[in-house]
């Protein structure tokens, strides 16, 4: 993965679709997520010793087909939801009734920006890590949009891509409808925990649970079944580039830091079977009922798996939570040079819930609207030299003011 100065790089765009049916809204998807749909791993990998480098040669040459899931299109056909519990009949989803003039009383109060940017898809790792670098920047991508990626930003998502594809066959499945994304999502899980299982490795495992009652998801770089200790609990490795030959800064390995304690958090509630099953089919306006489209069902039983429902896959990725374990305490880091991938540094720590839980509800005040964007702190202002919006930014008005 790219630096923490990279952060703001995590949207792809949606594609039109060809279905004689009503339009619904489609949002604008963060790297983060469409990796989350993108999970890789690989059929018949060995089990790998756990140390914290090895060599591409002993990967297999024929890595497992996993689901390339492409944007929803912007036609699709009309969604129904569930009443109640999962188990519940469905109902039509109506249309939203707009609010009556004489009921107003006076304008409403300002949306935070969860609710404006994240609503009915919860936060990404990504942007949490993101918050935590700079507030200010994190709210220039969103009200902004965000700036070009640069090429320090290429290789590092290069690095990841290749990293992937040691491990990953991936395969394109048409999906004609939200359930059918979060199926194909649940069945990369339930692949990708299987080959953690059997073979000791697996990348780009999708996560998703409740932080601090804020849905969030993400993608755990790498999870690695250590096989020369007596433990059988996984640990949690992030791979990350560096442009120049030094070692990253503490602003960048405390970012670091946090992103893995994300996954972890995720990790460890999938695996406890604490999955609010109700709240999470009611928050992402998913029908549990839902019959699958022709192609999500004939890539599932390419798997081995006979689904007709998202309900029926839901079970399956449930099943599969029951049989892991939860992760270790220790966490890993790895720094690579881009240009030869080169390893610079391995850096292990602890998982501390004090510490995360603190870091977690200071980023959510910004995105729950409690208060307004934090600038950078006077020792950190050296990032400032590698942000795209210093010509926006009122900190950086008011500092060249004063050099003046």
């Known amino acids: 993965m790219n630096d923490p100065s990279s952060f703001y790089d995590n949207t792809d765009t949606a594609s039109e679709g060809q279905v004689n049916t009503i339009p619904i809204p489609v949002e604008i998807?963060?790297?983060?997520?469409?990796?989350?749909?993108?999970?890789?791993?690989?059929?018949?990998?060995?089990?790998?010793?756990?140390?914290?480098?090895?060599?591409s040669s002993s990967l297999s040459s024929s890595p497992a087909r996993l689901a390339l899931v492409s944007a929803l299109p912007s036609v699709l056909s009309p969604l129904r939801k569930p009443t109640g519990s999962l188990h519940s009949a469905a109902c039509s989803r109506p249309l939203p009734v707009p609010p009556d003039i004489e009921d107003s009383a006076g304008p409403a109060p300002p949306k935070s920006l969860l609710h404006q940017f994240r609503s009915r898809r919860g936060l990404t790792v990504t942007d949490i890590?993101?918050?935590?670098?700079?507030?200010?920047?994190?709210?220039?991508?969103?009200?902004?949009?965000?700036?070009k990626r640069t090429e320090a930003m290429k290789a590092g998502s290069d690095r990841h891509t290749q990293l992937e594809k040691e491990v990953v066959e991936?395969?394109?499945?048409?999906?004609?409808?939200?359930?059918?994304s979060w199926a194909l999502k649940f069945m990369n899980f339930i692949v990708g925990a299987n080959q953690l299982m059997f073979e000791g490795l697996t990348r780009e495992l999708p996560v998703i649970g409740v932080v601090e009652g804020v849905w969030m998801i993400g993608v755990i770089d790498e999870i690695r079944t250590p096989i020369n200790e007596a433990t059988l609990h996984p640990i949690l490795v992030?791979?990350?580039?560096?442009?120049?030959?030094?070692?990253?800064?503490?602003?960048?390995?405390?970012?670091?830091?946090?992103?893995?304690?994300?996954?972890?958090?995720?990790w460890d509630n999938l695996v406890a079977d604490t999955f609010p099953t109700d709240h999470f089919f009611n928050h992402f306006n998913l029908n549990p009922l839902y019959i699958l489209s022709g192609d999500v069902k004939e890539y599932i039983v390419s798997l081995g798996f006979s689904a007709k429902t998202l309900e029926d896959v839901f079970?399956?990725?449930?099943?599969?939570?029951?049989?892991?374990?939860?992760?270790?305490?220790?966490?890993?880091?790895?720094?690579?040079?881009?240009?030869?991938?080169?390893?610079?540094?391995?850096?292990h720590f602890s998982y501390d819930a004090v510490w995360f839980k603190i870091q977690i509800q200071e980023c959510l005040k910004f995105w729950l609207g409690e208060r307004d964007a934090n600038y950078v702190s006077q020792a950190e202002r050296w990032k400032c030299q590698f942000c795209a919006f210093t010509a926006k930014c009122p900190l950086i008005a008011t500092s060249n003011k004063r050099a003046e």
């Not at 890590?129 to 700036?147: D, I, N, R, Y």
């Not at 449930?318 to 939860?326: F, G, I, K, N």
């Open 29 to 55: 998807v963060s790297e983060e997520e469409m990796a989350f749909i993108e999970a890789a791993l690989a059929s018949t990998r060995p089990l790998l010793s756990s140390t914290p480098s090895f060599s």
């Open 129 to 147: 890590t993101a918050t935590e670098w700079c507030e200010k920047q994190m709210e220039f991508v969103l009200l902004h949009g965000k700036p």
């Open 170 to 180: 991936k395969v394109e499945v048409p999906i004609k409808s939200v359930e059918d």
């Open 238 to 266: 992030d791979t990350k580039t560096r442009y120049k030959a030094t070692r990253p800064s503490e602003a960048q390995k405390r970012n670091a830091r946090l992103q893995l304690m994300c996954y972890k958090y995720l």
């Open 315 to 347: 079970t399956y990725f449930r099943d599969t939570c029951c049989l892991l374990s939860p992760s270790q305490g220790q966490l890993l880091l790895r720094y690579e040079l881009q240009s030869d991938h080169s390893l610079l540094e391995e850096y």
